[in-house]
């Protein structure tokens, strides 16, 4: 039996491939490419059918963080010229989230910048918990805050958060070669605290960072064994003013390769593409979705994505559909898992959005903030921003740039997404 054969043989009944046959995804060639998504379709389509998970980011503070993550464009000392603005009020936010959810959107994922979040900002996100169920009940809220303190994931529990999303990013061994203000350790405890608190865990990676092979497996391992219920896997957008500004290291058919590896080792876990498909994905976004059964629609927080509407016509003309708010995403074994607020243990599936990988144009990412940092600009100010956008200079075939484009308007403002 070839390796194809193996893995999906393996996705099939929810077993897990070696890391040997995980590597061997990632190293087939451009003449395999079809067949090896014809082989993840499978999987996926055992697991999740044709239906496609809608989320939809809501920025409720952007800029300003005081962390140093390479790839992000809200870090400390960035010079990407984004929104900055402090803490969205609970019905700006609520409209926000409302104009996704209008577009199908089956999940909000509220995303503010920083460290981590303080008490009086959990009281915030709470206050905005309510203002969106208050709107529609039926809507599944993610919070993505960063860093985690003891008892703030119970907190948002209580308040009516479905998930935490916290990204580990890449591997253990590479994590202090991005980011040295926190470890690998502490990401890791943040997933942890969410998944105890009974919150499902959503934690993914942003490729292109200049990992290797070996990283990329590592991280993906690491996230099955967390007992993730959503893996986004970001693909680096490298703005201008971050130190991975050069890193331009992806082709379509290596961000196919790798979603495919993800889904091998996670066969009965929502996958997302999250940020940077516009950009590098570019024209093969559909087979995308033969893989993946979850993406963002529209914007992300600081770099802009197609129009949402074209998200959903690419749906509709790949012959998929869009996952309704009364279907449950995941299978039945691992739903029950994630209600009971335990860890997959040997249930077949991995370990999302969370962390500050969104803020490099991938896009379940974001933190919190551990004190009050004044912003550039307000709330009132975001919302009387222009749409007008500066496009990000970068290398490579056929790059998108005009997709690059930094956010000059964010969330909560008076034009509609993606206007």
Known sequence: MDLLDTLTAKGLRGDVPTREEALAVLATTDDEL??????????????????????YLVNLKSGLCPEDCSYCSQRLGSKAEILKYTWLKPDQAADAARAGVSGGA???????????????????????????KDADP?????????LLSDNQAERLKAAGADAYNHNLNTSEGTYGGITTTHTYADRVDTVQKAHGAGLSACSGLIAGMGETDEDLVDVVFALRELGSDSVPVNFLIPFEGTPLAKEWNLTPQRCLRILAMVRFVCPD?????AGGREVHLRSMQPLGLHIANSIFLGD??????????????MIKDAGFEVEGAGEA?????RSDVAAA????????????????????????TGCGTTAEVTSEVTADEAADATADATAAEGTGDGLRSDLVRVRRRGAGTELAPNA
Do not use: M
């Not at 090896?36 to 059918?49: I, L, N, T």
């Not at 039926?138 to 960063?146: D, T």
């Open 269 to 273: 876990v929502e996958v997302r593409i």
């Open 341 to 364: 607020g335990d860890s997959c243990g040997t249930g077949g599936g991995c370990g999302p959005c969370g962390g500050h990988g969104a803020t490099t144009g991938a896009a379940a």
């Open 329 to 333: 995403t995941l299978p039945r074994h």
């Open 300 to 313: 992300y927080l600081t770099s802009e994505g197609q129009a949402g509407q074209a998200d959903l016509d």
């Open 106 to 132: 089956k999940r909000v994922c509220l995303v503010a910048s920083g460290r981590g979040p303080t008490d009086r900002d959990i009281d915030r996100v709470t206050d905005t918990i309510a203002a969106i």
């Open 34 to 55: 079809l067949d090896v998504v014809a082989a993840a379709g499978r999987v996926r389509r055992q697991w999740f059918g044709r239906r496609v998970k809608l989320n």
């Open 138 to 146: 039926a809507v599944e809220i993610c919070a993505c805050l960063g």
